[in-house]
């Protein structure tokens, strides 16, 4: 059974909810990938370099990256030419089989949501500014609050006007404790104040927002340093969780931005924003690709439930085939 035909049999037998949120949510991703395989195929009858070229070239403009693009190619061509496949049709499910395995074997194997293991969880926050951290924390809130999870907020995003009074208004309208400092406050103390506000309160779940800056890496290195000590001098082994957010809409520059923080910080997974509003889906294999780390939640809308967690498959079925059904 071919890769399609196991998605389709898969997603179809998954909630119509969370089908069509994906298949919404990557719709610009889709006319951009699978609407030009399409528009390929169909004008080829029989495949030759020129077809391999132009399939190259659909990939890199998605954003899965020139080296994982020119690898996914040269696996597809040896798997066709192993088994004499040469109609273009084929030739597209073996590319995104490809695309499957590429995902799959870069890096550790992939468990999405947080696992209460202990109590409490301490989440650490890290992106640049304008990626949609605080809207995307509030999500994560929520998400969790909703399966019975006490949460905490902690706001040692001291750096950005603005940033402790938008989280404080999630708070109150998530009904959850926050813990706030004063504007230029030192980060490590109000991180400190709030994780052990987490723990006398008895939370589950603390989430700790950072400052977004990547202009010098020094110290920002220096900042998420002395933030992850004074965690664990409350907390032994926190922050256990370190999750970079990034919007999709930047493209390659997202992965940039992913490298960056990979070097100053230690990263447990990604958070993909505004996939919705974004016509290069590839991202999420790029960033995999190259660092190694997986997408963990995935925002498909505005909505505050539209912030899912990561599905491979339901993933490739919207960004493949989508409304085919």
Known sequence: MGLFSY?????????????DKYVGGLDKSRRNFADRLKSLSARYKVVDEAYFDELEEILIEADVGVTLALDIIEATKNEARENNVTEPQEINELLVDKMFVSYVNQGDDIVNEIQFTEKPIVLLIVGVNGVGKTTTIAKLAKRYIDQGKKV???????FRAGA??????????????????????DPASVAFEGVRLGKNNGSDLIIVDTAGRLQNKVNLMAELSKIRRVIAKEIPNAPQETFLIIDATTGQNGVLQAKAFKEVTPLTGVVITKMDGTSKGGIILAIRDELGIPVRFIGLGEKMDDLTEFDLDQYLYGLCLGKEE
Do not use: F, M, Y
């Open 7 to 19: 998605l389709k049999n898969k997603i179809l037998g998954k909630s119509t909810k969370q089908k």
């Open 152 to 158: 905490t907020l902690v706001a040692a995003d001291t």
């Open 164 to 185: 402790t009074e938008q989280l404080t208004i999630w708070a109150d309208r998530l009904k959850c404790p926050i813990s706030v400092g004063k504007e230029n406050a």
